[in-house]
């Protein structure tokens, strides 16, 4: 199997009617067919903060409420989900006083020969941190000392809990669980906040909740704020044409049928957009990757993780939104990384002076890969501006 994602594709869903609550709108995704050959179940962790044990000496450390663990079969028989609270060897715990810490391997780890333990958004999230994180590759005199040993160094970016997101957690205490459904797409103030798919209805009843634990941009915490209530999205039937049961049959289905279309257009910024992917984990016929929308400074982008089976329907999916500020620094970094770390073969692509273009590294917080003479001199000349 080869098949990286290109874009995100609904195939084997259909999306039913949405249901709002203050600025919260959810539009809940159902499955055609369960075929119940993959899992998905939570593993809870109650540590204050994880530690992640990556390749290359480095390490990931968040607050880390949950894993998954994916069980699948080789055959296409169905599967029973096991083994979600057993604990690994690989998960160790310290209580340091003040905290507790979870000392963990890999961000996906293989627990026995068809059972997988992931960490969900997490997994997306290491990935976009180690964009470009070596740094420069040619020592280019422009750059610290610091740069051109430990590349981009430490790393982070901040994020809001469920939680926070207000009306989100009665949302998901009220809204109806469909029979068929197997995820959903969460919107706050018609923004698409995330989107979450598992493989079978039983997984998405147990995760149902699990969206609370998880992280979302501070944009979309700042519309709950703003916002308490979504557009006016009403659809109605012509009753004027409705003559016995079968018209009405007909008129529900071609309501329900653009209500999806429109719907499915308020998330073009994730399904319409090209995708950067990686393979994480090759379990055929099942595929575990992770992925990032083309960078656009403009528009809404998106980090997330997928599986997708041999005939590319999604089985499994999670998305997080990037803010602005978030998207504006990996931007930089690509185009540094384009033009080889060259101040100003980047700086003329993006039609920026160098100086101009050594703030723009500045206000993203990148200024300490510089030495402190290019950062003075950019600065001097904005002031004498």
């Not at 109605?236 to 409705?242: A, F, G, P, R």
């Not at 008129?251 to 308020?266: E, G, N, P």
């Not at 500020?325 to 690509?334: E, G, H, K, N």
């Not at 185009?335 to 770390?341: I, Q, T």
Request: with cysteine; net charge neutral.
């Amino acid at each position: 199997m080869t098949n990286l994602l290109t874009d995100i594709s609904l195939k084997g869903l259909e999306i039913a009617p949405s249901q709002v609550w203050g600025a919260v709108r959810i539009v809940p995704l159902l499955r055609r067919r369960i075929r119940g050959d993959l899992r998905l179940i939570k593993r809870s962790y109650n540590e204050d903060i994880s530690i992640v044990s990556l390749e290359g000496d480095m390490q990931y450390m968040s607050y880390i409420p949950h894993g998954l663990v994916m069980s699948w079969s080789d055959d296409g028989n169905p599967v029973a989900a096991y083994g979600g609270q057993m604990k690994k060897p690989d998960e160790k715990r310290l209580d340091c006083g003040c905290a507790s810490v979870r000392l963990m391997h890999r961000m996906a780890k293989r627990e026995s020969k068809n059972q997988l333990r992931f960490l969900p958004l997490h997994l997306a999230m290491e990935g976009f941190l180690s964009l470009f994180f070596s740094g420069p590759d040619i020592a280019w005199s422009e750059y610290s000392n610091y740069a051109q040993s430990h590349g981009l160094g430490f790393r982070y970016e901040t994020a809001v809990n469920g939680s926070y997101i207000p009306g989100l957690e009665e949302a998901l205490r009220v809204f109806e669980i469909h029979q068929r459904q197997v995820g959903v797409l969460v919107f706050v103030a018609e923004a698409l906040a995330s989107a979450f798919v598992v493989p079978t209805p039983e997984d998405y009843r147990l995760l149902h909740t699990s969206l609370i634990e998880d992280f979302y941009g501070e944009l979309l915490y700042q519309y709950g704020l703003l916002y308490d209530t979504t557009y006016p999205m009403d659809v109605s039937i012509d009753e004027s044409k409705i003559k016995n049961l079968a018209d009405l049959r007909s008129a529900v289905c071609k309501m329900r049928s653009d209500w999806a279309s429109f719907q499915s257009c308020m998330a073009n910024g994730l399904l319409e957009s090209p995708l950067q992917s990686k393979i994480i984990y090759a379990a055929e016929p099942f595929l575990l990757q992770r992925f990032m929308t083309n960078l656009q400074l403009k528009e809404e982008n998106h980090i997330g993780e997928a599986i997708i089976r041999e005939n590319e329907e999604l089985e499994y999916l999670k998305t997080y939104r990037l803010s602005a500020t978030q998207t504006r620094r990996a931007y930089l970094l690509s185009k540094l990384a384009e033009h080889n770390w060259n101040l100003d073969r980047t700086a003329n692509a993006l039609a920026n002076t160098r100086d101009e273009f050594v703030l723009r590294l500045e206000n993203a917080g990148f200024g300490y890969l510089l030495n402190q003479h290019i950062r003075d001199a950019a600065q001097k000349k904005a002031n004498q501006r």
